[in-house]
């Protein structure tokens, strides 16, 4: 802002330089503009032309909305019958459920049991049905079937690049391919930026940092067309902002306000069938799970059904409906 401040009060300088010479001009027998008719034309367009791009420059400030309007493109051919995916979740219990948007049902897949004392933080599913989910205080990475909880250690060497605690989601690559990103979480600072594991190696890159901040506590869900969004809560009061990231540069392109969520609470999302599911829990001892349905067309957010249980993590395939 500071910069803007310092060309207007160029500008008013120059105005009143022109305005001073023009009054000599007149005083030494020289035809002004002001003897002419009344007006300083060039000085008004000048002005004008100035006041036009101090606004251009704060609309580009401005992060629009989320685009909701999802591009035709065919979900990767290597996926099952897509209206077959379900979403899973993971809980502060190590329970793992699998839950079904169109009927709003949990099924408990069963309780997972990793070689660890820590407990779940944040998971994300690829297309293989295969879970990925980071334990905390450990930061441990762990491989989980969706299909009976069966859990398995990964080589994967923690806090790589300061990237210690962090949300995870699948999103499909231009190749066909899909990668699974990372977003550092830091309850007290914003997040350092975004990332990507290889499943394969087990080694972290770097994409770089947001283009915005994000409040602490993130996390990510990505779709078959390629999209990557973060759902972050703020350090303190109520509600939640989604992003929209480009996972190549890490820009932030779009963002929508909610009032779901808060500080303190549990949070994991995914995207199934053109809305966001979001799980939020203010745990305790008898921990219950609002699931709400956001709708990035509509931009309406409701409560749809609830889970005695305290989701921390979620993951949905990018083969999922678009």
């Known amino acids: 802002m500071l910069p803007r401040v310092r060309r207007h009060v160029r500008k008013v300088a120059l105005v009143a330089a022109v305005l001073v010479a023009l009054a000599c001009g007149a005083r030494t027998g020289l035809d002004s503009p002001e003897e002419l008719d009344g ?17 251009d420059a704060a609309e580009e400030d401005v992060i629009p909305p989320i685009d909701a309007t999802f591009p035709d493109v065919p ?25 079904y948007p169109p009927t709003l049902t949990f099924t408990k897949i069963g309780t ?10 944040s998971m994300a599913v690829n297309r293989l049905g295969i879970a990925y989910s980071v334990f905390t205080p450990d930061d441990a990475l ?41 977003i550092q979480v830091d309850f007290n600072n914003p997040s350092m930026g975004l ?41 303190t009061g109520k509600g939640s902002t989604l992003a929209q990231i480009d996972p190549a540069t890490a820009n932030i392109v779009g963002e929508d306000s909610l009032t779901t969520g808060g500080s303190e609470e549990a949070l994991a999302f995914a ?33 749809m059904t609830t889970l005695s249980a305290e989701i921390v993590g979620a993951g949905v395939s990018t083969c999922a409906p678009q």
């Open 195 to 235: 990332g990507t594991i290889d499943t394969t190696a087990f080694t972290f890159s770097f994409i770089g940092t947001f283009s915005s901040s994000l409040t602490p506590e993130c996390e990510l869900t990505g779709t078959g067309d390629g999209r990557l969004y973060a759902l972050c809560l703020p350090k």
């Open 75 to 99: 979900i990767p051919n290597d996926c099952p019958d897509a209206g077959s995916t379900l979403v899973y979740v993971i809980g502060a219990a190590n329970d793992l459920y699998s839950f």
């Open 271 to 303: 995207f199934w069938g053109g809305d966001f599911w979001i799980f939020t829990s203010p745990g305790g001892t008898s921990p219950t799970t609002t699931v709400t349905e956001y709708d990035p067309v509509a931009k309406t957010e409701t409560a």
């Open 142 to 182: 762990f491989q989980v079937s969706t299909a009976n909880a069966a859990c398995q250690t990964t080589p994967y060497a923690p806090n790589q690049m300061g990237f210690d605690m962090f949300g995870m989601g699948y999103a499909s690559n231009p190749d066909g391919g899909e990668s699974l990103y990372v």
């Open 39 to 55: 007006s300083f034309p060039d000085v008004q367009q000048d002005v004008a032309h100035d006041v036009e791009a101090e606004a």
């Open 112 to 121: 997972v049991a990793c070689m660890t004392t820590s407990t779940p933080f």
